[in-house]
């Protein structure tokens, strides 16, 4: 695709419940980052994918927060029994081969988290 | 724990002035920083990136580097309204994976 694609956009959800945030990286960009973003923060780490290595979980918050990433392009953001706290803009980059070459991440449009 | 750590603001500035957005980071083994842009409701973008100490310019933008003192500066001159906007600081971490650790932003005003 043109870009990177995030989905849903908005998902309201209750407290408790598990949800599921997708992202679709540039085509042929090996790198994968999620990051989530609360009003007047800045963005927190999560965890980054690069080809076939380990994925660095370090800034999973919690075990209730897991990711995947299958063939090496979709990636799925799984939250399990939601907490008001998780609401915040869960944000997806890629990158041809990982911020290491030139920082240069591109962002998707973000999933807005709601849980009430 | 690695930070940066940048003054949140509001930063207001009018229009045609010079925009002078700092940032400190904790990280000595850091190598590359980066500034990144995010208009409101939006997501982030690259805009400038500085590896050496000293100056990077790029058109109405300078990035400022100086490792000793853990400092990155972003100056922008001759400020417009579309400039308004929450820049971001970042920094690659030097844990052998190329995670991007980021401030938590400045907000930056130009009136018209």
Do not use: H
């Given at each position: 695709g043109a870009g990177v694609s995030q989905s849903p956009s908005n998902k309201v959800t209750e407290k408790g419940k598990d949800v599921e945030l997708r992202c679709d990286p540039i085509s042929g960009h090996t790198a994968l980052y999620w990051y989530r973003q609360s009003l007047g923060q800045g963005l927190e780490f999560l965890i980054y994918f690069q080809g076939n290595s380990a994925p660095d979980k370090s800034g999973l918050p919690s075990d209730r927060f897991s990711a995947e990433r299958t063939g090496g392009s979709v990636s799925t953001l799984t939250i399990q029994r939601t907490q008001q706290e998780d609401s915040a803009v869960y944000l997806c980059a890629s990158s041809l081969d990982g911020a290491g070459t030139n920082g240069k991440l591109f962002f998707g449009s973000g999933t807005q988290l709601s849980v009430l | 724990q690695k930070e940066v750590e940048q003054n949140s603001g509001p930063l207001s500035v009018?229009?045609?002035?010079?925009?002078?957005?700092?940032?400190?980071?904790?990280?000595?083994?850091?190598?590359?920083?980066?500034?990144?842009?995010?208009?409101?409701?939006?997501?982030?973008?690259?805009?400038?990136?500085?590896?050496?100490?000293?100056?990077?310019?790029?058109?109405?933008?300078?990035?400022?580097?100086?490792?000793?003192?853990?400092?990155?500066?972003?100056?922008?001159?001759d400020s417009q309204p579309s400039d308004s906007a929450t820049y971001l600081c970042a920094f690659l971490a030097n844990s052998g994976y190329s995670t991007l650790t980021f401030g938590k932003g400045t907000m930056l005003l130009v009136s018209p």
């Open positions: - | 009018p229009e045609g002035a010079i925009a002078s957005l700092n940032c400190t980071y904790s990280d000595r083994g850091s190598q590359s920083f980066f500034w990144y842009r995010q208009y409101s409701g939006k997501s982030p973008e690259l805009i400038m990136s500085i590896y050496s100490n000293g100056d990077k310019e790029d058109g109405r933008f300078t990035a400022q580097l100086n490792k000793a003192s853990q400092y990155v500066s972003l100056l922008i001159r």
